[in-house]
């Protein structure tokens, strides 16, 4: 079998840290992690459904993908996914989607959303816990893909949580786009000091700022009124 491309998503998938032990290791890392990303593609919702998809598939395949024998079983993927770290195989994938989109082009602005959404399916009723998974994400408008997320813990807010994704992420020609939670002083100076632009919404979470923003659109005060005066004067 040929090596994976640099770049590749196999090439990425085979530099996370495999947390398994050397004895009984029968299939490499990256070709359980791409069967496990493209049974997720695919439609899969769980180990089980994930080794019925690829086992689902033609020998070839497993082979394009690096398995040297049969794909393995449930229990397999269980054990792995369950000992990885969540956060190197998402900055595996991160890394992907990003060599993925189109290159940014100088003095054009790219549009892309900060939002957070509750998983479905998530809620939990152990008061131990929390009560659902919320991931914060920073999505590249034109292409749906993913920038960079994070979870929430459940005692802080997107403002907060912002803050962090964003420091982690080349803002540079990117517009921010958010509602009104993002609409804050410091995260407003972050984008702007890293070479980004912003847009966000301003509602009754900045009282004084919304004032000052509609008064310039009242009568006599708008700046587009004050120009209709000037050429009728």
């Avoid at 997720?40 to 086992?55: F, K």
């Avoid at 407003?188 to 919404?201: A, E, N, P, Q, W």
């Avoid at 509609?214 to 209709?228: I, K, T, V, Y």
Wanted: with cysteine; charged share 20%.
């Amino acid at each position: 079998m040929d090596c994976p491309a640099t770049g590749g998503l196999l090439s990425i998938l085979a530099a996370v840290p495999d947390p398994r032990g050397r004895k009984g290791r029968r299939h490499s890392i990256a070709a359980m992690l791409a069967a496990t990303v493209c049974g997720i593609l695919a439609g899969a919702t769980g180990c089980t459904a994930i080794a019925q998809w690829i086992r689902n598939q033609e020998p070839e395949f497993w082979h394009a993908i690096g398995f040297q024998r049969k794909p393995p079983t449930t229990n397999c993927y269980r054990k792995l996914l369950i000992k990885l770290p969540a956060e190197g195989l998402e900055n595996a994938l991160r890394q992907w989607a990003g060599d993925l989109l189109p290159p940014r082009e100088s003095g054009v602005l790219r549009p892309t959303a900060i939002d957070g959404k509750s998983l479905c399916g998530t809620e939990c009723t152990s008061p131990s816990q929390d009560k659902c998974i919320h991931l914060l994400s920073l999505l590249d408008q034109a292409t749906g893909g993913v920038l960079g997320q994070l979870k929430m813990p459940s005692h802080t807010n997107e403002h907060k949580a912002a803050m962090k994704l964003l420091r982690s992420t080349d803002l540079s020609g990117l517009l921010i786009t958010g509602d009104a939670m993002f609409c804050q002083r410091d995260l407003c100076r972050h984008i702007t000091d890293s070479g980004g632009h912003y847009l966000f919404i301003v509602k009754d979470n900045q009282p004084g700022l919304r004032r000052t923003i509609e008064s310039d659109f009242n009568p006599g005060l708008s700046p587009l009124q004050r120009a209709h005066s000037a050429i009728a004067t």
